[in-house]
């Protein structure tokens, strides 16, 4: 090689002696490099799994550094507690490869894992030295809790609720429980949720929709203080009760179990008064005649106390099929939530059609009285409501809620259409009534037909349907 001007120096045999030295230096200082390495490698501790789940390897690996790092020689122990007991696969600590068996990382059924670590002899310590980690993941069939243990009570369902995974309206629903379903508590999650044992499981009740009180149904209340059943007398000191002349009979109560809307609905199966048609009312509360005609003509100043109804063409009275859509009505509306009273629920009941609009007036937050109409024609012409005439429009209590007892037409009439009865022309007619003179809060004679009308128990049905569809609507439900 050409190194231009500079000199390159001549080895001497001291020279070479040197260089000869430092290798040799150099040799053993590597072989004893080595030495130790092989030294740590032997006493690299092992990790024993029985089989392994997800991501075990890197937690021993990570066990392993900090008890290395402490001076610590051990072995690391991984239990698994599920089933797959016996087979054993060894792995150097520190490797994070998943092993045959395992489960890789993020997968489902995740098993709860018990990892203990056990050291030997610490270098800086003449005692013996244990220490147990556990992490936790779901539970198994095998590590569930017995959850009927931790039971500390009673409580009873008072409407449909829903039992729920967690307490989260957003959560999994394990059932749905009818009012009056026993539940076990164990403890109240929070202002919002119950603890409970269902089926095996830890669940969840909204609180709102459970009571302690074994008995809750018969005591529930309306809004104005009714119990379930409750009869329901006229008293003297509501208004307009001076002109009735039968009110010795009384309406009866009933309370919605489930979904309670806090809506009073009177229902009045029409007629059904013995002796009614033999005694006369004022046709208005101020003694001026009716505006049109009826079962009482127009000119009249009283009417009848309460008529008898017609018959169907095949026998039946009037008064025993508004009494069976009266009482299929009353099941449909509780079940939607809506508290009834039951004008009528026998064959009679002394209370004349004054009576009836002054109770509900004051117990219900509206009134629908059921009838079929007597017109004498040879077909059926479906169904309608009776509507205020202009004539009446101005008395004081029938100014103030004429328009929405209209609106509560039309809602009927709608709900009815909706659910295939056949509707009268426009749906209404307009007539002056006892029961409208005398109201106070919104109130329709519905007419679900005439003589000629199928009345079986099929159609009361769908019509009872119709009239929940019309609640419903005028309720904004």
Partial sequence: MNYGNRRVPEKTEASEKTETIETKDKIEKAEKTETIEKTKRAEKPKITKKTGKTGLAAFAAAMSAVLLFCGCGQDIIIENTHSDKGKEISADAGSDTPEAGETPAGSEGEEELIAEIRT???????????IETTAR?????????DYSLMVTGTEYTISNVNVRRQPSTSAGILAMLPPGTEVSVITEADDTWTEVYYE?????????YLTDDPDWQAHLRTKNGYANGQAVYLSDAWRYAEFSKINSGHAVMYTAAADRKNIIIGVNAGHGTEGGANVKTLCHPDGSPKVTGGSTAAGS???TAVSSGMNFNDGTAERKVTLAEARILK????AAGYDVLMIREEDDVQLDNVARTVICNNTA??????????DGLNYDKGCYFMSVPDGIKHFDNVAAIWQESERL???LISGLSETGCKIMGEGRMDMDLTQTTYSSVPSVDIELGNQCSDHSEAVLSRQADGLVRGIDLYFGF
């Fill in 365 to 374: 937050d509206c009134h629908i009285a059921i009838h079929w109409d007597g």
């Fill in 409 to 411: 037409g039309d809602s």
């Fill in 120 to 130: 030997g002899k610490n270098s800086k310590d003449t005692g013996a030295a244990e």
């Fill in 331 to 334: 099941e449909k509306l509780l």
């Fill in 301 to 303: 100043t009283s009417a």
């Fill in 200 to 208: 095996g499981e830890l669940a969840y009740i909204s609180r709102d």
């Fill in 137 to 145: 993941v779901p539970e198994t069939e095998e590590t569930r809790p």
